[in-house]
């Protein structure tokens, strides 16, 4: 049933006239965002928590059934160069590649988010300090160092999310400083500091809420070039390892097929830029949001 | 008058104050860094607050007044001078501080953004009152909640509210409220009606007295509003850039203004009987000089419509005149005082 009839069946004069609102008015583009992001969101939970088959089905190998290009009955994407279902490798792939982005992005944001509440606090020369170590972390390429790191620590899911969340957290620090001074020079904040209210009291309870909707903007983009970056990486032979069917590291095996299958690029390549691009749209939704908040709240 | 006039309010009775000194503000400096150079808000300001008085500043935008009491209240770190609240120094970092500053609250000029718009009423009484750790849970404390809000005219409803739900007048009294949750000896108001609608003024001027008569406080009030001190104050003192130009009775002071400055002040503010029409007005030229570059002598002299050669080199003190009465900063007291 469309939302239209089901509005008309309803047939409170509220609904009716939300219902004669042109079709072409509704935020279509919150919609299909809400529910693109609702979907994916329970394909990842599949992934993570769902049925124990699916490694098995991922990782079984039939060498008489390589390459098959996509639609061939019980390969519904084909398989690979191993004679691996290309779609079961995807799913399991979500595992690897959304988990390390999450786990870096979670990093990144801690060490971000927590210097830059400490610079907003702290005194005058805390401040400088944070300035200079996010001016200096930003002097460096990132993805560079992020190769360096795991050279030195070794291949891993969980050395690869580190690398990248210690030198992705700048951004959350400079919003959170920006923010937060804005927020800290407010009058409810010296009324809390002159009632004697402790300083992580004032910043969980006063700051952090002032400027969470800003951060959650900021965290949803980071997501994304976190994610881009983790495939990256494993493209280039530093992510979770051989056989592992992290998106990036499925793109660097079937660009050894290119010329036989070149097929084989357009799930995990699909899948990398349909993540990146509704975490993005999120993040544009959130940032919509978070301003028209703003502006209800001076007028 | 203003809007807190003699029609709108029965004359305030003076109350009895004890001699005990609450407050002794004794030297105080107060100056901020304004690139490189230094602004000097506050400059030697002396003055004893007695239990049970009600104490105003009165000045003119920028003379340090709201500087002055914010040092008061620990809010602002003297340069020097000191604070003793019932002779305990209120800067002076030890075991007492919370209990000494528990026991001087300020009351914001505005009530709306000294209350965090995301937290309810409650929250926001409940937040002063847990840091200074006068209950562990907030239930042991709802009927006092309920009574402080009763006290200052609101429903017990309003706990589960949010500041928006308010008007000024209402928050007002609801930042009073917080306030007065935490059994505060003295409270500093720093201009606690301007901001308000001039109906609602005459009715928190009101709670105010009440208030201070039933829960045994003590106020120190900044206002530019000199008639509006004379009705509810005992004792003022005069600003101009950052120093005390004259103190004394509230009543005497504002009848009989010894400083220039003052009789301008008071002849600035509207009249409502027909014989004060024909008072003079005095007119101050320009703007008051930058409190980074004071003026030498009197501060007042680049503006003062009696100054002479003398004004310009020499600083009066703040001492009795002559002829005796209150303490006044002029070298020529009273020559424009009933013009």
Known sequence: MSPVSAAGAAGEAKVAQAARRPIAEWPWRRIIIVVAGVLTAILVLFSVFGWGGLDELASRRDLSRRLLPPGTEGHLLGTDGLGRDTLMRLLVGTRYTLIIAALATAIAGSIGIGLGLLAVVGPAWVRALVGRLVDLTIAFPSLVLAIVMVGILGRGNLTLAIALGVFYWPSFTRVTLAQGRGVEVLQYVSAARLFGVSRLRIILFHILPGIAPTLSVVTAFQFASLLISTAGLSFLGLGPGLGVPEWGSMLAEARAEMTRAPWLLIGPGLAIAWTVVLANLIGDELAAGTRANRRSADS | ?339
């Open chain 2, 1 to 339: 008058m203003s809007a807190t006039g003699e029609a709108t309010l029965p004359p305030h009775p003076r109350p009895k104050t004890a001699t005990t000194p609450l407050l002794e503000v004794a030297g105080l400096h107060v100056t901020f860094p304004v690139g490189g150079r230094r602004l000097q808000a506050v400059r030697d300001v002396s003055l004893t607050i007695n239990e049970g008085a009600v104490f105003a500043i009165v000045g003119e935008s920028g003379c340090g007044k709201s500087s002055l009491v914010r040092a008061i209240c620990g809010m602002y770190q003297p340069s020097a001078g000191s604070v003793r609240f019932r002779g305990i120094d209120v800067h002076a970092p030890g075991e007492h501080w919370r209990q000494i500053r528990r026991g001087v609250q300020l009351l914001f000029q505005e009530p709306l953004p000294s209350l965090n718009p995301r937290h309810t009423i409650r929250r926001i009484f409940w937040e002063p009152m847990q840091a200074n750790r006068l209950a562990s849970d907030m239930r042991e404390v709802e009927a006092d909640m309920r009574a402080q809000l009763a006290s200052v005219g609101l429903g017990a409803e309003a706990l589960d509210r949010y500041p928006r739900d308010f008007s000024g007048g209402q928050l007002q009294r609801i930042a009073l409220a917080r306030i007065l949750l935490l059994k505060p000896q003295l409270i500093c108001a720093d201009e606690p009606v301007s901001a308000l609608d001039v109906s609602v003024q005459a009715q928190v001027v009101h709670l105010l007295e009440r208030l201070r008569v039933e829960q045994a406080l003590t106020y120190l009030i900044i206002s530019h509003d000199l008639p509006l001190v004379s009705r509810i104050a005992d004792r003022v003192a005069v600003m101009y850039l950052g120093e005390v130009v004259e103190t004394g009775p509230a009543d005497v002071v504002s009848r009989e203004p010894q400083h220039p400055y003052t009789a301008a002040l008071r002849s600035a503010t509207p009249v409502a009987r027909m014989d004060e029409l024909q008072r003079k007005r005095i007119i101050l030229k320009g703007e008051p000089p930058s409190p980074i570059d004071p003026p030498s002598g009197c501060a007042f002299h680049t503006r003062c419509p009696i100054a002479r050669a003398r004004c310009r080199t020499e600083k009066p003190a703040l001492q009795p005149p002559p002829g005796g009465g209150h303490r006044v900063a002029c070298h020529f007291p009273g020559e424009m005082g009933n013009a």
